[in-house]
């Protein structure tokens, strides 16, 4: 029953990210570029506002034991120094190329962009290619030889962390409620607030809701790179795999956007206007499935779920991730 509800919560997760990506333009990409070419804008300073949003719900329902963050994925103390900031350049990368990361490239499908169709089927497949396919020996063979054991994968709970957490969500508030020339300020800091938010529902959907120790679910949540290869793969598979989580994630926010777009009239085919845009969008989606997989997740996977929780690899990742799409924007650009 647990496992049930699980499912339809994430589905409706995924429905209202997709409606609230429709509706705002959220992408921490875009709020890069904003800042990178001198334009006005809130996009960076919404994400911001998520980040701090994320992080102060996460570890509000973490304090209360309502989630166990120690099972997540983010808060392993072992990870590979080489892989996780190398995938990190490379997402970034992929990101510049394909204007846009694998969540935002869901957006645009559901409101009729094909060129995302593209993006995501690279992204999909290159993601498994990474994680249990012809690259996985390559990437399996690695990690062992670049294998770093932390004492700890964050702070240990107790004043100094939460001095620390005030600290950095204060920081993320300014930040977010500075004043801009102009942009839609307001729209784009609610979709921050409400992404955020979205992205702590998700952990007590796995982590409370699917607390079931007859049924246990892996503690996770919004991330973007293995879930839409996992996705490709069960609708070729499907009676042999069951739904999960990741998958009705993906579903719902291609849903959601539909909806939005359709209802909003916003909803056009669009395709790409020359061969070299079309290989710029394989390279792009290619780049971000291996990069992904070997960064622990995306910019939504380590940038707001991943940092939600403190943990050390995934600031790495992050930190990988702008300075790859800063070079190859700049390089773009040039």
């Known amino acids: 029953m647990n496992t049930e509800l699980v499912l339809w919560v994430s589905l409706a997760i995924g429905l209202l990210f997709g409606i609230c990506g429709q509706l705002s333009g959220f992408c921490f990409y ?3 570029t904003e800042r990178w ?8 300073q919404g994400f911001a506002l998520a980040l701090a949003v994320a992080l102060a719900g996460t570890q509000l329902v973490a304090g209360n034991g309502l989630v166990n963050l120690s099972q997540s994925l983010y808060l392993n103390p072992t990870f590979s120094w080489l892989l996780v900031p190398v995938g990190g350049l490379m997402f970034g990368a992929g990101m510049t190329l394909a204007n846009g990361c694998g969540a935002r490239a869901l957006v645009l499908l559901g409101q ?8 995501l089927l690279c992204l999909g497949i290159a993601a498994y290619m990474t994680l249990t396919g012809l690259l996985a020996p390559l990437r399996m063979s690695i990690a062992p ?11 240990a709970d107790g004043l100094p962390k939460t001095i620390l957490i005030i600290v950095i969500v204060a920081a993320l508030f300014v930040f ?4 801009r020339q102009d942009g839609q300020r307001l729209n784009d800091l609610l979709a921050g607030a409400f992404v955020g938010l ?24 919004l991330s973007f790179v293995a879930p839409i290869g996992e996705t490709i793969q069960y609708a070729m598979i499907s009676t042999g795999m069951s739904p999960r989580f990741t998958i009705m994630i993906v579903v719902g926010v291609l849903v959601g956007s539909l909806l939005s777009a359709l209802l909003r009239r916003r909803w056009k085919l669009e395709g790409f206007e020359s061969p070299h845009q079309m290989l710029r969008s394989i390279a792009g989606g290619t780049l971000m499935g291996v990069g992904g997989v070997l960064a622990l997740g995306c910019t939504i996977g380590q940038g707001l779920s991943g ?9 790495l990742a992050v930190v990988g991730i702008v300075i790859g799409s800063r070079l190859c924007w700049t390089r773009k650009t040039a």
Do not use: M
Not at 112 to 119: A, E, I, P, Q
Not at 202 to 215: I, V
Not at 307 to 315: A, F, K, Q
């Open 176 to 179: 977010a409620l500075r004043r």
């Open 198 to 221: 979205l992205i702590v529902a998700a952990w007590l959907s796995t982590g409370w809701l699917g607390d079931d120790p007859f049924e246990p679910l892996p503690i996770s949540s």
């Open 112 to 119: 009729g962009n094909l060129r995302s169709l593209v993006v």
């Open 37 to 44: 070419s001198g334009r006005s804008g809130y996009k960076l």
């Open 145 to 155: 030889l670049s294998s770093l054991t932390l004492p700890a994968a964050t702070l």
């Open 30 to 32: 875009r709020g890069l």
């Open 307 to 315: 940092l939600s929780t403190l943990s050390i690899s995934s600031l």
